[in-house]
């Protein structure tokens, strides 16, 4: 346990509790751009091809200097040089946390316990682009001979969120020939749906699941398999001439998985040779550019793929070596903690101004929530501050017309990410093109609309009727980060993940949490194996408490009615 001093004992923690009751009380934005306008420009940050604008936040240079020591005092930067190292910086499972090396260049040398993991991460890669490239060539065929033109992925959580996203962000990338589809939930349903209108003898199904435990995932591949013999049916016996379990082939020419634990992929039928490997210094949620990546690898190429590493490289080397007050993921983390801990923000809206990126901020759900949803410090310790922010989001300008009423004129502080691009992707209609420019002038009016708001004598000079005016005014103050790249490629939704993932580490740095550990998510697991057999046989449970019983008790009766 180390002896620093808990994060709010802190001086730099109380100066920034006094500059927040202090100075910055009754901080307005309108006065804060009138008295330095020079800040639009000076409080920008680059990193790769993000231009990111912080000038819409309720701080001041004192503000940034005393986050800066606060950042400091964490000794932020140790914490993130221990991690490129390779040190076991997640200490509730001993485990190192090196999704950086999934994206190291070929020569460069990340070491486990002595031993450099970057060539087995390339070795796999390569396995993994030359099995997307006989499946795209059509070279790798079904059990009975027919292309392969359907790939349908199931995992969940981080063996679902990061290519599920990605497949929609980088669709104009994506081999339009390809039906890829992503089945996660238990509920039937979901792969009901996903393979009603496929032909068995022409899809492939990626299992991914680091642990290959998961029951969502295993129960859903059970399933898959099932379908798939099924609908095989005499296809499903061996080829004519070809000796063994005509199921066993079946599922070796449909099936492969993407995992760390090969015994229990051999166990589950799958044919070790076509599993591709990860390994447990990769956390689930931060799993996205190692073997997991393999339907998107499929759908857009390895050449494709390769860039998207190539873009969070950038900003690894970015977070690595840029000065703190340079430093992208430094200051967003350093906002993200401004708000939460001294403006009492619970939550942090994250709006991307592109349709391709509709499951981006479901995505970061899991990176931020599932690493810092946290109440208890590395020391053991229960926190005294408030830690990760309920994160969430949909694509503007969709949100403008549902929730934005709440940004504008609610009661509560929701800081918010504003990510635009500067040109519309590639191959698109021109007049669908052009109407770019209309959704980039929502995404400048609402940041300007948030921060500046509109008062009230602005609204009486409008003509407004007296009793209606406190209703149409706009106190603004709302802050706003603005994301701008010059398009969605490849490269840039790398650079964007990238960001993300290192704010949300630097956030877990200064308030002291593991961020790579998610034990609040065993629990309800454990339930529900320990309520399934009172749903599925009436068996009695020991121990269920009252509430539930009588919801299970209902739940059967109607079942069963
Ligand atoms: O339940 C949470 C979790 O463990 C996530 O962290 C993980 O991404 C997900 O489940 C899926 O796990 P697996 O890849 O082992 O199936």
Do not use: C
């Given at each position: 346990?180390?002896?620093?001093?808990?994060?709010n004992r802190r001086?730099?923690?109380?100066?920034?509790?006094d500059?927040?009751?202090g100075?910055?009380l009754?901080?307005?934005?309108?006065e804060?751009?009138?008295?330095?306008?020079?800040?639009?420009?000076?409080?920008?940050?680059?990193?790769?091809?993000?231009?990111?604008?912080y000038?819409?936040?309720?701080?001041?240079?004192?503000t940034?200097?005393?986050?800066?020591?606060?950042?400091?005092?964490?000794?932020?930067?140790?914490?993130?040089?221990?991690m490129?190292r390779g040190?076991?910086?997640?200490?509730?499972?001993?485990?190192?946390?090196?999704?950086?090396?999934?994206r190291?260049?070929r020569?460069?040398?990340?070491?486990?316990?002595?031993?450099?993991?970057?060539?087995?991460?390339?070795a796999?890669?390569?396995?993994?682009?030359?099995?997307?490239e006989?499946?795209?060539?059509?070279?790798?065929?079904?059990?009975?001979g027919?292309?392969?033109?359907n790939?349908?992925?199931?995992?969940?959580?981080?063996?679902?969120?990061?290519?599920?996203m990605?497949?929609?962000?980088l669709?104009?990338y994506t081999?339009?020939?390809?039906t890829?589809?992503f089945?996660?939930?238990?509920?039937?349903?979901?792969?009901?749906e996903?393979?009603?209108?496929?032909?068995p003898?022409?899809?492939?199904?990626v299992?991914?699941?680091?642990?290959?435990?998961?029951?969502?995932?295993?129960?859903n591949?059970?399933?898959?398999r099932?379908?798939?013999?099924?609908?095989?049916?005499?296809?499903?016996?061996?080829?004519?001439?070809?000796?063994?379990?005509?199921?066993?082939k079946?599922?070796?020419?449909?099936?492969?998985?993407?995992?760390?634990?090969?015994e229990?992929?051999?166990?589950?039928?799958?044919?070790p040779d076509?599993?591709?490997e990860?390994?447990?210094?990769?956390?689930?949620?931060?799993s996205?550019d190692?073997?997991?990546?393999?339907?998107?690898?499929?759908?857009?190429?390895?050449?494709r793929?390769?860039?998207?590493?190539?873009?969070?490289?950038?900003?690894?080397?970015?977070?690595?070596?840029?000065?703190?007050?340079?430093?992208?993921?430094?200051?967003?983390?350093?906002?993200?903690?401004?708000?939460?801990d001294?403006?009492d923000?619970?939550?942090?809206?994250?709006?991307?101004?592109?349709?391709?990126?509709?499951r981006f901020t479901?995505?970061?759900?899991?990176?931020d929530?599932?690493?810092?949803?946290?109440?208890?410090?590395?020391?053991g310790?229960p926190?005294?501050?408030?830690?990760?922010?309920?994160?969430?989001?949909?694509?503007g300008?969709?949100g403008?017309?549902?929730y934005?009423q709440?940004?504008?004129?609610?009661?509560?502080?929701?800081?918010?990410?504003?990510?635009?691009?500067?040109?519309?992707?590639?191959?698109?209609?021109?007049?669908?093109?052009?109407?770019?420019?209309?959704?980039?002038?929502?995404?400048?009016?609402?940041?300007q609309?948030?921060?500046f708001?509109?008062?009230?004598?602005?609204?009486?000079?409008?003509?407004v009727?007296?009793?209606?005016?406190?209703?149409?005014?706009?106190?603004?103050?709302?802050p706003?980060?603005?994301?701008?790249?010059?398009?969605?490629?490849?490269?840039v939704?790398?650079?964007?993940?990238?960001?993300?993932?290192?704010?949300?580490?630097v956030?877990?740095?200064?308030?002291?949490?593991?961020?790579f550990?998610?034990?609040?998510?065993?629990?309800g697991?454990?339930?529900?194996?320990?309520?399934?057999?009172?749903?599925?046989d009436?068996?009695d449970?020991?121990g269920?408490d009252?509430s539930?019983?009588?919801?299970?008790?209902?739940?059967?009766?109607?079942?069963?009615?």
């Open positions: 346990m180390s002896d620093a001093p808990r994060l001086p730099e923690w109380a100066e920034l509790g500059h927040r009751a100075p910055m009754h901080a307005s934005l309108r804060l751009f009138a008295a330095d306008p020079g800040r639009a420009e000076r409080y920008v940050v680059r990193a790769g091809d993000l231009r990111i604008d000038s819409k936040h309720l701080i001041t240079d004192e940034l200097a005393l986050l800066l020591e606060l950042a400091a005092a964490t000794d932020v930067f140790g914490q993130r040089d221990a490129f040190e076991r910086v997640n200490i509730t499972e001993d485990r190192a946390v090196l999704h950086t090396a999934l190291a260049p020569d460069a040398v990340v070491e486990v316990d002595g031993e450099n993991v970057v060539p087995a991460v390339h796999v890669l390569d396995r993994m682009a030359a099995f997307a006989r499946v795209r060539s059509g070279e790798w065929t079904g059990h009975t027919r292309r392969i033109r790939v349908v992925n199931i995992g969940i959580g981080g063996s679902d969120l990061g290519p599920a990605a497949y929609e962000a669709r104009a081999d339009r020939s390809l890829v589809r089945v996660s939930n238990v509920d039937g349903a979901d792969l009901h996903a393979v009603r209108d496929l032909d003898a022409e899809t492939l199904f299992v991914a699941s680091k642990t290959f435990t998961t029951i969502e995932t295993i129960t591949a059970t399933s898959a099932s379908w798939l013999l099924r609908g095989l049916g005499d296809g499903g016996a061996a080829p004519s001439g070809d000796a063994g379990s005509g199921a066993e079946a599922v070796a020419r449909h099936f492969v998985a993407l995992s760390t634990n090969a229990k992929v051999a166990g589950f039928g799958i044919d076509n599993m591709f990860f390994w447990d210094w990769v956390g689930g949620r931060y996205f190692s073997a997991i990546g393999l339907s998107l690898m499929i759908a857009i190429g390895p050449d793929f390769r860039e998207l590493l190539d873009g969070f490289r950038t900003i690894d080397e970015h977070f690595r070596t840029a000065p703190p007050q340079a430093n992208a993921p430094l200051l967003l983390g350093l906002l993200g903690v401004w708000y939460g001294f403006f923000a619970q939550s942090h809206a994250v709006l991307p101004y592109s349709h391709y990126l509709s479901a995505y970061l759900q899991q990176l929530m599932e690493s810092n949803g946290k109440q208890v410090g590395r020391d310790l926190v005294e501050w408030q830690t990760g922010p309920v994160v969430w989001g949909t694509p300008t969709n403008q017309h549902a934005y709440l940004l504008h004129q609610g009661t509560k502080t929701v800081p918010a990410d504003l990510i635009g691009f500067a040109r519309p992707v590639a191959g698109m209609e021109p007049e669908l093109a052009a109407q770019h420019d209309l959704l980039m002038a929502n995404l400048f009016a609402q940041g609309a948030l921060a708001g509109k008062t009230a004598e602005e609204v009486r000079a409008e003509g009727p007296e009793e209606q005016v406190p209703h149409r005014t706009f106190h603004g103050n709302r706003t980060t603005t994301v701008l790249a010059p398009e969605l490629t490849p490269s939704l790398g650079q964007l993940i990238a960001l993300y993932e290192h704010k949300v580490f956030q877990g740095a200064i308030w002291n949490i593991d961020s550990d998610q034990w609040g998510v065993e629990l697991k454990v339930l529900a194996k320990r309520v399934e057999p009172a749903l599925t009436g068996a449970v020991p269920l009252p539930t019983a009588a919801l299970v008790a209902a739940y059967r009766a109607l079942r069963d009615t």
